[in-house]
């Protein structure tokens, strides 16, 4: 699964770095892709909404021998994935231009983001079913299913992005249409293994019925996940916007690129994160306490010294990793402090997805939306509008938002998770013991 995430670094990032490489208005076309970020971040919301809550509670349920209840968890959360991925669609279209000229657009970037995003939109909902069902071939421990879904859309991008945009001369629209096949093709594989006989737990008819009991607790469980990305979201919009008003184009392709860097170097963390998650919800379930703690640190050494190391390779070759997608001169020289800036402390990052990932694994549904709240919400938001506000920090007061949430937030959530969550399994454990 983690490998699976490591593939699944170039399918978000694959357009970003053949758009900065077309040869004519590069960076006004990079910034463009820039723009629908926060859209296509409120897209992959949804899918963990349902993914994310209804998985964990399958895990659950087979724990517990509930087979069952664990195959209509699976169906209501695909019903849920293609009526949101509906009524999503056609939302987008209708308010495309508004939303992007609120997201930092300018005349000039708007045709670019409008060319992209008028043909993704197109594949709302193979994104919605590519990511969220995936979790469920996951959660019935079918890893190498689950990775073979992401390397599939992976490499058939990797392979259409160059066709479409440079030798059909597409540009955007291009890797757009790229795109969207290839999230057609993960689709069609995760459907017909978790139709087949091979899987454990089988999608079916029958299981699609909604029940509202059933809905109520995947909604509130996949809440924590949601949060996660709508605020995510959220941020993209106020750093795109602030950033366009106080730095203009050439700031808001900065920004592009520090979030097409993150999702580079974040997506391992969540592969360990988002793996461990089953693994601790069967155990939780069977009662085997001990396993539980020792996923919880196995996952704290994994992330934490990753993201030590990561942090050291952003800040000594902070050149290397933009040039991963534009070669601009300008773009370049105001990405490096920018950079250095944004990523100060990385390994924070990693004890706020450690303590969200654990709350969601054991169904501790309050916790995990607490601090998606705190981080982004609470602390990045307001900071994002205050600080360029300091004549001293300009644009760098964007930046620095994000290094003062980490630690902060991932502290506060950290600390809490061991708090609540150690405690009660070593209780458990002495209970358990004594029978």
Known sequence: ????????????????????????????????????????????????????????????????????????????????????????????????????????????????????????????????????????????????????????????????????????????????????????????????????????????????????????????????????????????????????STGGDLYVGVMTILNSVREVIQLPISGLTNSAQPVMGFNYGAEEYGRVKQGIRFLSVATIGYTVTAWGLVHLFPVFFIHLFNHEAQLVEAAVPAMRIYFFGFFMMALQMIGQSVFVALGKSRQAIFFSMLRKVIIVAPLTILLPMIPALGTNGVFLAEPVSNFIGGAACFLTMLHIVWRELTRREQLAGQV
């Open 1 to 244: 699964m983690t490998l699976a995430q490591l593939v699944n670094v170039l399918y978000n990032v694959v357009d970003r770095m053949y758009i900065g490489r077309i040869p004519e208005n590069a960076t006004l076309a990079l910034t463009g892709l820039g723009l629908c970020l926060p859209i296509i971040t409120m897209v992959i919301a949804f899918a963990n909404l349902y993914g994310m809550g209804g998985a964990p509670l399958c895990s659950i349920a087979r724990g517990r021998g509930e087979a069952e209840e664990a195959e209509s968890i699976m169906g209501n959360s695909f019903t849920l994935m293609m009526l949101t991925g509906v009524a999503l669609m056609v939302f987008c279209y209708l308010f495309k231009k508004p939303m992007l000229y609120l997201f930092g657009a300018s005349d000039v970037t708007y045709p670019y983001a409008n060319d992209y995003l008028t043909i993704y939109l197109l594949g709302t909902l193979f994104v919605m079913t590519g990511l969220g069902m995936n979790s469920f071939v996951n959660s019935q421990g079918f890893g190498r299913v689950g990775m073979l879904t992401v390397v599939l859309g992976a490499v058939a991008n990797i392979i259409l992005d160059p066709i479409f945009i440079f030798v059909l001369d597409m540009g955007v629209r291009g890797a757009a249409i790229a795109t969207v096949i290839s999230q057609m093709l993960s689709t069609i594989w995760i459907l017909t293994f978790l139709t087949g006989s091979r899987a454990i737990l089988r999608l079916r008819l029958s299981a699609m019925r909604l029940k509202l009991d059933r809905v109520r607790r995947i909604v509130t469980l996949g809440t924590a996940g949601f949060m996660m990305s709508v605020t995510n979201s959220l941020v993209q919009i106020l750093c795109n916007a602030t950033l366009q």
